[in-house]
């Protein structure tokens, strides 16, 4: 989480405290951790490592999530030693410089698989692009809200649709995994317009993300939306209306998209109005079932949930997705078995001509699985099946046969560049490459 720091949007739903970033609340769980380190990187990191470690977690690949405003706002030697500072949290020793400390992470007992930023659409150009990949971002959550101007401009968010298809575009073409925030319910709208919008958002080609983070609109203390609502301007709908929106939501979605959470992490006591439900995504998963309703996220069909849950767990066969995003084309390729349980998934995007060298990226390749420990093999996880190995073996026969693509470029965790070295990738600049032709 960084330090609070002015954010350059003034949108009406945010919360605004002297104790945290813009949109946090001061008591929000990720703010309290920061505070107790007084916001130094290094020091939660550490903290978070001992947390988990107590929990019984392991620990060798973590995914960081920067936390806090528009964290590609503040200064740029804050943004640097920042992420620094995050990585040698997870390294245990200083470095001098940022390249220095990821160099260390690559063969680090808590290795970084994964860094995710949040950012606004308007402050994602090809300047913080740059940034972004020296800082090792994999991920990036936009703050999209809706797609509608009209309802932009009433909320005082500051940027329009425009910079959206802009901002999406770009991360594609970079290789970045793109996710919306998405908040059905702020003023303007009605449940009918959110669920418009929501299916635009998969049947329009400037959108279609990976993942999906679905915020219902909450009035929360410290925000202008606070004083709309007690002067009777805006109002929340009923749970029961924002439980079956969500639950429609979710059954339109394509089997690309991963819903990572259903709300967002603000304590109840800040609520003053709108769904307060800790437990969403169970009541939501519950309306469905009554709905006879179904969510093709990755998430939900991911082999380790369904295990926990009881399915009866196939055996894995190779499927592929094709479709058109950002004037390029995204084939989705997966493992999964006969009930459509995914063990594993690769996003392989083949570049609109044009685009510098980088014609055919990976973005993501993930298996799913209890959690392995690197050096350490279970026979039934899924990671050790050689289905990772299968999916690149796959995805650079498409880029090569297919689209005559004479290098693949995958923006890798770095924390996972020792593993693609293995399989005759080298790091050029900030991708790890592999000679096709």
């Given at each position: ?75 740029w030697d804050y943004q640097y030693q920042f992420i620094k500072d995050c990585y040698d949290g997870l390294n245990g020793v200083p470095s001098s410089d940022i390249k220095e400390a990821q160099k260390l992470n690559e063969t680090a007992e808590h290795r970084c698989v994964g860094l995710c ?41 500051g940027h329009g649709v425009a910079e959206v298809i802009s901002a999406t575009k770009l991360l594609r073409n970079y290789g970045f995994k793109v996710y ?258």
């Amino acid at each position: 989480m960084a330090k609070p720091f002015p954010c350059p949007g003034k949108c009406v739903y945010c919360p605004t405290s002297a104790y945290a970033p813009k949109s946090y609340t001061a008591e929000s769980p990720a703010v309290l951790r920061a505070r107790k380190c007084n916001f130094d990187a290094r020091k939660q990191v550490e903290y978070r490592l001992n947390t988990l470690t107590e929990m019984g977690h392991a620990l060798d690949k973590v995914e960081l999530i920067i936390m806090g405003g528009t964290f590609l706002a503040y200064p740029w030697d804050y943004q640097y030693q920042f992420i620094k500072d995050c990585y040698d949290g997870l390294n245990g020793v200083p470095s001098s410089d940022i390249k220095e400390a990821q160099k260390l992470n690559e063969t680090a007992e808590h290795r970084c698989v994964g860094l995710c930023l949040e950012t606004r659409p308007d402050f994602c150009e090809e300047e913080e692009i740059k940034r972004m990949l020296e800082f090792g971002t994999t991920r990036v959550e936009l703050g999209v809200q809706t797609l509608d101007d009209e309802i932009h401009r009433l909320t005082k968010r500051g940027h329009g649709v425009a910079e959206v298809i802009s901002a999406t575009k770009l991360l594609r073409n970079y290789g970045f995994k793109v996710y919306y925030h998405w908040m059905p319910g702020l003023p303007g709208s009605t449940p009918e317009h959110d669920m418009e919008l929501s299916q635009k958002l998969f049947d329009d080609e400037y959108y279609k993300p990976d993942g999906l983070k679905l915020y219902p609109t909450l009035v929360v203390a410290g925000s202008e939306l606070e004083n709309w609502y007690r002067d009777n301007r805006y109002q929340p709908y009923k749970d029961e209306r924002m439980v079956d929106l969500l639950a429609n939501i979710k059954n339109l979605l394509p089997k690309y998209v991963r819903v990572p959470r259903l709300m967002r992490d603000i304590p109840s006591k800040f609520i003053l109005a709108g769904c307060s439900d800790l437990a969403l995504r169970q009541t939501v998963a519950r309306r469905m079932s009554e709905l006879n309703l179904r969510c093709q996220c990755t998430r939900c069909r991911e082999y380790g949930h369904r295990l926990r849950d009881g399915w009866i767990v196939g055996e894995p066969h190779l499927t592929r997705l094709e479709y058109d995003a950002s004037q390029g084309k995204e084939i989705f390729l997966c493992y999964e078995d006969e009930n459509e349980t995914l063990f594993g998934l690769l996003r392989l995007r083949i570049n609109p001509q044009g685009h510098d060298s980088n014609k055919a990226l990976i973005r993501e390749l993930h298996i799913f699985g209890p959690e392995v420990p690197l050096g350490e093999k279970e026979e039934q996880a899924a990671q050790h099946q050689g289905l990772g190995k299968e999916l690149l073996r796959e995805a650079e026969r498409i880029a090569a046969e297919e689209f005559h693509s004479k290098k693949l470029n995958i923006l890798s965790g770095v924390g996972v560049r020792d593993y693609y070295r293995q399989l005759g990738y080298d790091l050029e600049g900030d991708y790890m490459v592999k000679q096709l032709i």
